[in-house]
């Protein structure tokens, strides 16, 4: 408060929000009596701490003043970046892969923001003015993505930074405040600024930002995501999570018990293949494992410790059960695919067929090559299997990237698993019937094929 007082004494007080306030706040009654409510009498005393109190609480929850609609719309006129085209950046899921592909050519960006998807943007508008740190969050977006597409009326680089380093501050008083931390609003601010990384830093900067979304996710716990709001989030920031969780060699708690069980509660029977469609959700399900079967199976063989009999027993297990779940999935998948009937207007917006389709592919690549690098008697049929999902994988994204760009783009994405297995036939081959693990060199090069760590990557969850 003595900051706030001594920037009132300068005259520094913050004024460039005033456009935020509601106009009752700021018009004056031209019926009132000037002697019953002038600023000395006891009326306007009362009027001024209501003005102010709320100015006060605000503040301290770094959350900002309310602000009307023209608000946000003005920002929209003037960049013509639209909240809903932002949506379609949530589709990455691999950030070194998005950023490859985007800053090789930034004309991408411009189709991949045509397609606009089912996401938590569209939730933004009723929240916009009210939380700072969300609000800055999405200003800073809009401003990198204006600064990639029309360069010619973007801001100059100092100051989109400054605003994502205001930004950045912002989010980090809420996240230090006690009764704002858990706010949807402030979760939804970190995902939006990892967006803004990856498309201003690249990998670099999206990771840290990745992680500590995904600390926060899981700090307000399973119980915390019930409206549709906090669904969209959960369901947007999953993917991200547990894509990099498995390339960095680490495990994931989005496959314990009680966040599989947040899943199947969001789980929806309306017939569509949504991102919460029963099918979708059980793919999910059992994608989320992968990362900590990866990381128990790298342990194992990079290890120079002998292998535990009883351990190897269990991870066979797990992964054969994952396998078989990814399996039984895909095949209800495809099954749904062949009585789908041709999609209406509405449906085209949140149908995700081709993305549940990449998503069963690649995890169907990775679980039958990591099983035969531990199951020597079944390495052969499951090598067999992982390079025909690998070649039906690449066939997707040629056939698709044409007919719907942001599904081409999340399947490119995904593509990194089937080139890895692609890439490194000719070691495997050797190794089929070797009655061994696999060598530690062969897994290694596999890993690196598709950018997958096999060191202990310790930062993160």
């Known amino acids: 408060m003595k900051t706030v007082a001594a920037k ?12 935020q306030l509601p106009p009752d706040l700021l018009d004056k009654s031209s019926s009132s009596d000037p002697k019953d409510e002038g600023p000395d009498s006891k009326e306007g005393r009362k009027r001024r701490q209501a003005e ?44 070194a892969v998005a950023s490859l592909r985007l800053s090789a050519d930034p004309s991408l960006l411009s189709r991949l923001l045509s397609c606009r998807q089912d996401s938590y943007m569209e939730f933004v508008y009723s929240r916009y ?18 600064q990639l597409l029309m360069p010619q009326k973007a801001k100059p680089a100092a100051v989109v930074w400054a605003t994502y380093s205001r930004a950045l501050s912002s989010l980090q008083d809420a996240l230090k405040d006690k009764d704002t931390w858990s706010a949807p609003e402030v979760l939804c601010a970190a995902e939006i600024l990892a967006r803004f990384e990856l498309l201003g830093k690249g990998v670099s900067g999206w990771m840290p930002h990745i992680w500590g979304a995904a600390r926060l996710l899981r700090l307000r716990g399973p119980n915390q995501y019930l409206s549709d709001f906090e669904k969209t989030l959960f369901t947007t920031l999953s993917g991200p999570i547990i894509c990099e969780s498995f390339l960095t060699n680490k495990g994931c708690f989005l496959g314990e018990e009680i966040w599989s069980n ?46 535990d009999e009883s351990q190897l027993a269990i991870v066979l297990a797990e992964t054969r059960e994952c396998r078989s779940g990814l399996l039984t999935w895909k095949a209800e998948l495809y099954s749904a695919l062949t009585l789908k009937k041709k999609l209406t207007t509405a449906e085209l917006l949140i149908d995700r067929r081709y993305e549940h389709v990449g998503t069963a592919l690649a995890g169907s690549i990775s ?78 090069r596999w890993c690196d094929a598709m950018g997958r760590m096999t060191t202990d990557y310790s930062r993160g969850l």
């Open 8 to 19: 009132r004494k300068e005259g520094q007080a913050v004024k460039h929000n005033l456009l």
């Open 52 to 95: 102010i109190a709320p100015r006060r609480r605000w503040a301290s929850q770094g959350v900002a003043m309310p602000m009307p609609v023209s608000g946000l719309e003005l920002i929209v006129r003037e960049s013509g970046i639209h909240l809903l085209d932002l949506s379609a950046l949530t589709t990455i899921h691999i950030g």
């Open 129 to 146: 003015g009210f939380w700072r740190c969300l609000d800055q969050a999405l200003l800073s977006l809009i401003l990198r993505v204006q």
């Open 262 to 307: 947040l899943r199947l509660s969001m789980a929806k029977e309306d017939g569509t293949l949504s991102s919460m469609c029963r099918i979708g959700i059980g793919l999910a399900m059992e994608i989320s494992k992968t990362p900590g079967i990866g990381r128990q199976i790298t342990d194992m063989i990079c290890s120079d410790e002998p292998i």
């Open 367 to 444: 679980m039958a090559r990591l099983l035969g690098c531990i199951s020597p008697h079944e390495r052969a049929l499951l090598e067999e299997e992982a390079i025909l999902c690998s070649h039906e994988l690449l066939d997707l994204v040629s056939r698709i990237s044409l007919l719907n760009y942001s599904a081409g783009f999340y399947l490119e994405q995904k593509s990194i698993f089937a080139r890895g297995v692609l890439n490194t036939t000719d070691i495997w081959e050797p190794s089929l019937r070797s009655g061994k693990l696999i060598e530690r060199w062969k897994f290694e």
